[in-house]
């Protein structure tokens, strides 16, 4: 933040306190008893300025601390990391609450009160749970938390206790500096979301509504600033995601010596099955955001034209051929289905009574999980295999045009960059604060490199000091201008 934002930041928050106070003095009779002149206006004093140094350090030391608790999902056991975060927040006197959803599983939140009145709370999400770190493939110790290079190493630097630390720090110099924001922020950081979000997210959503009722916004991982190969910065603003369906395959068969094989057993319909599946072609649906994500990219890094009009380019099918052979693109215009898991028999003589695949599909929004479905079924042709539902969730969006939008958008031309909403292939927690109405957008601002973006689930994930800092001054900005900065 230059100095001259933070003196209109300090002329704004001495016009909330003028304007609200006259409104408390009404609202709390209590406070008229007290002595002092009719109609004396207090104003709130002057936001003191953030040390960025000093942040950055605090920063680093407590994302070394947070991934040095180990929260591998499965099996989770996030209690111990909820712990270190709510203390941190009442250690500054910001209200905190644990739950613990199922044994050792932990979900925090924490509210930062503002002196607005009307509007609406804006949830600060994360989940602290993480994928599984093979070290022998790490150079660091994955759960070292070590600083070196000018970064902070380990599992889930970036994914997601890095945004994590980001959100709470941006709220802890706010409330240090005195700066008074029009609205409540609510930290919720939760667990489970590696493995879908049922004792974390999901179970928060369902259980606790109470917490969050006065919610109408959420900033969540999903998006970031986008360095591209120029140097040029775009901030991705993903409003929808695709919806998981994940299935499993089973099939049944005769048992036996291998020696002496019927033409069909589990495993030969299970395979002809799978077969069949991975030469399906779900067809191509371009969505809004997805146009408009390419249409931009193509501005941003002078790219191939017929990203300008990916629908209508896509006709075209040599253009299509190597627009889908990129696996991230393919996944971005269609359902995708990715046969993960596999189990049969123990012994390589005895035929198995069963056998089953897990399938891992991906449908874009607004397709109708019953009848993909049923599609499936078409395709594999095999009324003896049964399909199991292991896990599904309804596509979610949220609307492209919005107060938080307009917010992101003005923080984008501050940094002299431009934004784009977008959707994305995996899916998120928000989803399912999505589902209770609030607005949710995966956007953190966080600079992000093709490499950084190779360490999320990958290995040697890391996050650099500046980058951390950075993200903490840009959500600092984003909360100020979110929350009544003119
Ligand atoms: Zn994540």
Not at 134 to 158: E, I, M
Not at 173 to 184: C, E, H, S, T
Not at 237 to 250: D, G, I, N
Not at 403 to 413: G, P, Y
């Amino acid at each position: 933040m230059n100095p001259r934002q933070s003196g209109s930041i300090a002329h704004w928050a001495a016009c909330v306190a003028i304007f609200f106070l006259p409104l408390a003095i009404i609202g709390t009779p209590a406070v008229l008893a007290q002595p002092g002149r009719a109609g004396e206006i207090v104003r709130a004093p002057k936001p003191k300025p953030i040390d960025w140094k000093k942040t950055t350090d605090e920063a680093v030391k407590l994302l070394s601390q947070y991934i040095q608790i180990n929260t591998t999902n499965p099996p989770g056991n996030e209690i111990r990391a909820a712990q270190l975060l709510k203390e941190k927040f009442l250690s500054d006197g910001i209200p905190a609450t644990i739950w613990q959803s199922a044994p050792g599983r932990g979900i925090v939140a924490a509210r930062l009160r503002g002196v607005g009145r009307k509007r609406k709370t804006l949830i600060l999400l994360s989940h602290m749970d993480v994928v599984p770190a093979n070290p022998r493939q790490w150079s660091v110790a994955p759960f070292s938390g070590k600083v070196k290079d000018g970064s902070v190493w380990g599992r889930g630097a970036l994914d997601d206790k890095g945004p994590g630390v980001i959100e709470m720090m941006a709220m802890l110099a706010i409330k240090r500096a005195g700066i008074l924001l029009d609205r409540d922020v609510l930290f919720i950081a939760t667990g489970d979301e590696e493995t879908g979000g049922r004792q974390g997210a999901q179970w928060f959503a369902d259980n606790e509504k109470d917490i969050y009722s006065d919610a109408g916004y959420l900033l969540n991982e999903g998006g970031a600033i986008m360095v591209r190969p120029n140097g040029r910065q775009l901030y991705t603003v993903s409003v929808t995601e695709k919806a998981p369906l994940w299935l499993r395959l089973v099939a049944t068969g005769p048992t036996g010596h291998a020696a002496d094989p019927p033409e069909e057993t589990s495993v030969t319909h299970l395979v002809r099955a799978l077969g069949r599946l991975i030469d399906y072609r779900p067809k191509i649906h371009v969505l809004q955001p997805v146009a408009d994500y390419f249409n931009v990219l193509a501005h941003i890094d002078h790219g191939p034209r017929q990203w300008l009009n990916l629908a209508v380019a896509l006709r075209d099918p040599a253009f299509a051929r190597e627009f889908l052979s990129m696996p991230y693109q393919n996944a971005m215009v269609r359902d995708t289905i990715a046969p993960t898991v596999l189990m049969a028999g123990p012994t390589i003589n005895e035929l198995p009574e069963t056998a089953y695949a897990d399938v891992d599909c991906r449908l874009l929004p607004g397709e109708n999980p019953k009848r993909f479905m049923e599609t499936i079924r078409k395709v594999i042709a095999d009324k003896s295999i049964k399909i199991q539902v292991l896990l599904t969730s309804p596509a979610t969006s949220s609307p492209q045009k919005s107060s938080l939008m307009r917010a992101i958008e003005r923080l984008a031309r501050e940094d002299k960059a431009r934004s784009v909403p977008t959707m994305i292939s995996g899916f998120t927690d928000s989803r399912f604060f999505r589902q209770h109405g609030v607005i949710s957008y995966g956007f953190i601002p966080i600079e992000l490199s093709a490499a950084d973006e190779r360490g999320i689930h990958g290995v040697n994930e890391h996050i650099g000091v500046s980058q951390l800092g950075d993200a903490i001054r840009r959500m600092v900005t984003l909360l100020e201008i979110f929350g009544g900065r003119g």
